[in-house]
């Protein structure tokens, strides 16, 4: 028997309406959820981004039914009461994943749904009949009723307010309210709400990511130049002397491919925790990039006072950091700019601040400086000894001089030091410091590198050819190619293309490379087994200890020429030189001393029976062709 028998043709029609309205709703949420999809451009939403978006267009299509269909069919039923307890509303009500109420004149919930209960942490029967502003967390409830009965009750409206849950915690939600009227009279308002406090949430996670760094929590450099332009700029701050410094930490990247990033970051942090130690409310620490960080001082004083914090800085820096029960040392260099000129903006200060750092990096590090007005020209004249470093090494300028090694006992010369120079065909001989930090800068440093090897075995097989004593030449490895994989594979085959023997190979390394004890090790061996020589260069300076030599294949020590500088003046420079020579020949190991200047320095180290001596004493670095005079004793130093 059909459905349809007993009715009226006015209920047939009836029917016909809410069957149409909720046809047409599940055509529009089908069409709404397609356009969803197309309007994100084919990309797959996170579920939140999703829910919402849906649930924007969900609301409006119940809206369209609530508030256009609902009052047609109420008043084509006759409710003069305005019932809402239709089985459409109820199923609505019932099954909408929307928080939905609807709300009187007089601001009292009429109905609820499940959702809306859920949100506010309510049963349904405790929030009909009662008074929705309670529940805003707000101390202008009473302006917000006022809005809600002129606004709310006669136009449609989408805000985000506060609310009061249940338990009592404050959270955000977003509303759609729409006027809900029947034969032109106002029964209230239908409310849509969802919790936005996850959103608000990620609003302010990504509010903090665009202005702080995640892992130290510190300004980042978009929040610092904003700051330090503000501070610049602000009428008050106008008198004082406000200045920069820059912080570069020294040999990070080393660290970093030594132990890994997590280890890295580990000594990042800790850096951040000491450098804003000391800070007052007037200044600002940032990390601006990378090892990078930057300290703004409010009210720098006078130079002295300024030069003074610097100085203070670094010294709290070379208290070992302790990472994961490992004692490293690290030092950083600094450089310093303050707004002496009224006209001085935020970015002029920092590339200033960014030139006294590269002046530090360039004459060795671990130490600060102040700007100088007069390095503009010497800037320009860097860019353009950079331009020509770029080509230098195709165009044959490298030139290799040679500083002789001698036996402290017999006064033989024992061996070489291959050092590296630069003719340019304008400047003349330029010399290491000026080239090699702009060579580590641009990443040259390792085609440099290997073709000072190439071409030191290539004279040192020269010289065998000619009949001369036969040496060993020594040759410095950079960092960079240290880190090689294929190093191994480079050196063995430079030494059968030169055709020198590995033996008459010494290569240098410096303490800082041996920070990764057994990735050093493991390297160190597979050079050891063709056969060369390892010398530990600048010994006392870094980062080993006798402990770590043992481990290492190792065959001489050179003492740091800063120790061998003042052993005639300093008691503790000798004392660390003479333990060196003493632990050294403990571990079987040759030891020499470099920076030899003076009789004085000879005979202290001949005293303490240091193996071997290099320096200007003997002889400066000279020309292959000197050293051949050299070795075949016609040549008078």
């Not at 989408?158 to 959270?171: E, L, P, Q």
């Not at 919790?195 to 760094?213: V, W």
């Not at 709290?316 to 600094?334: K, M, Y």
């Not at 061998?564 to 632990?583: L, Y």
Request: net charge negative; aromatic share 8%.
């Amino acid at each position: 028997m059909s459905s349809d028998a007993g009715r009226t043709p006015r209920q047939l029609v009836q029917q016909t309406n809410v069957s149409a309205s909720i046809s047409w709703a599940s055509t529009t949420l089908l069409s709404l959820t397609a356009l969803v999809w197309a309007v994100t451009g084919h990309r797959w939403l996170s579920y939140s981004q999703y829910w919402w978006s849906t649930t924007i267009f969900t609301s409006i299509a119940i809206l369209y039914i609530i508030v256009i269909h609902i009052p047609i069919i109420l008043r084509n039923q006759g409710h003069a009461h305005h019932s809402l307890h239709t089985p459409i509303v109820e199923s609505i009500l019932k099954h909408s994943p929307v928080a939905l109420a609807v709300i009187s004149p007089s601001g009292k919930f009429i109905e609820v749904n499940e959702s809306s209960s859920q949100l506010l942490g309510y049963e349904r029967d405790e929030l009909v009949g009662r008074s929705f502003l309670p529940l805003i967390a707000s101390d202008n409830r009473q302006d917000y009723f006022q809005r809600f009965q002129k606004d709310l009750l006669t136009y449609p409206q989408d805000a985000s307010i506060n609310v009061i849950h249940r338990t009592g915690y404050r959270f955000g939600i977003n509303i759609i309210t729409a006027p809900l009227t029947v034969r032109g009279e106002s029964i209230g308002a239908i409310v849509f709400s969802h919790d936005i406090s996850d959103h608000n949430r990620n609003i302010e996670r990504i509010r903090y990511m665009a202005y702080y760094d995640d892992m130290t929590g510190l300004p980042n450099r978009r929040l610092f130049m904003m700051q330090f332009t503000e501070r610049l700029t602000s009428k008050s701050e106008r008198d004082n002397r406000i200045a920069i410094i820059y912080l570069d930490l020294d040999r990070f990247k080393l660290i970093n491919a030594s132990f890994g990033r997590e280890f890295g970051d580990m000594l990042l942090m800790q850096v951040a925790e000491r450098l804003t130690r000391n800070l007052t409310d007037q200044d600002v620490a940032a990390r601006m990039d990378g090892d990078e960080f930057a300290i703004m001082y409010g009210d720098a004083g006078g130079e002295l006072e300024l030069l003074g914090k610097v100085k203070e800085l670094l010294i709290s820096l070379e208290e070992p950091f302790e990472l994961q029960g490992f004692p490293l040392h690290v030092t950083a260099s600094i450089g310093i700019a303050w707004n002496k000129l009224k006209n001085d903006d935020a970015s002029l200060l920092m590339k200033k601040a960014e030139m006294a750092l590269a002046k530090v990096k360039e004459s060795g590090k671990n130490n600060c400086l102040l700007y100088s007005d007069t390095w503009e020209n010497s800037s320009l004249e860097r860019l353009k000894l950079q331009h020509d470093l770029k080509q230098a090494l195709s165009k044959g300028e490298f030139v290799l001089h040679y500083q002789p090694q001698y036996n402290l006992c017999n006064g033989n010369m024992v061996g070489v030091e291959a050092l590296i120079r630069w003719q340019h065909p304008e400047r003349g001989l330029v010399p290491p410091n000026q080239f090699i930090p702009l060579a580590e800068e641009s990443g040259m440093i390792v085609q440099i590198g290997d073709w000072v090897l190439q071409e030191a075995c290539r004279q040192n097989k020269a010289w065998q050819d000619e009949g001369l004593t036969s040496i060993p030449v020594s040759v410095n490895l950079s960092i960079r190619q240290f880190l090689q994989q294929n190093l191994t594979d480079k050196v063995s085959q430079i030494l059968k293309d030169t055709g020198l023997q590995a033996k008459y190979l010494d290569l240098e390394i410096t303490e800082s490379m041996t920070m990764d004890i057994e990735r050093a090790s493991r390297c160190l061996l597979e050079l050891t087994s063709l056969g060369v020589n390892i010398s530990m260069d600048d010994f006392g300076t870094g980062y080993s200890s006798f402990n770590y030599l043992k481990s290492l294949p190792i065959g001489r020590l050179k003492i740091d020429r800063s120790f061998v500088r003042d052993i005639e003046q300093e008691a503790g420079d000798a004392a660390i030189v003479a333990a060196i020579i003493s632990m050294g020949h403990n571990l079987n190991l040759q030891v020499i001393a470099e920076g030899v200047e003076n009789e004085a320095q000879m005979q202290f180290l001949k005293k303490h029976h240091c193996d071997e001596i290099q320096g200007y004493f003997w002889s400066p670095p000279v020309r292959g062709q000197q050293i051949a005079e050299m070795l075949q004793g016609v040549w008078k130093h």
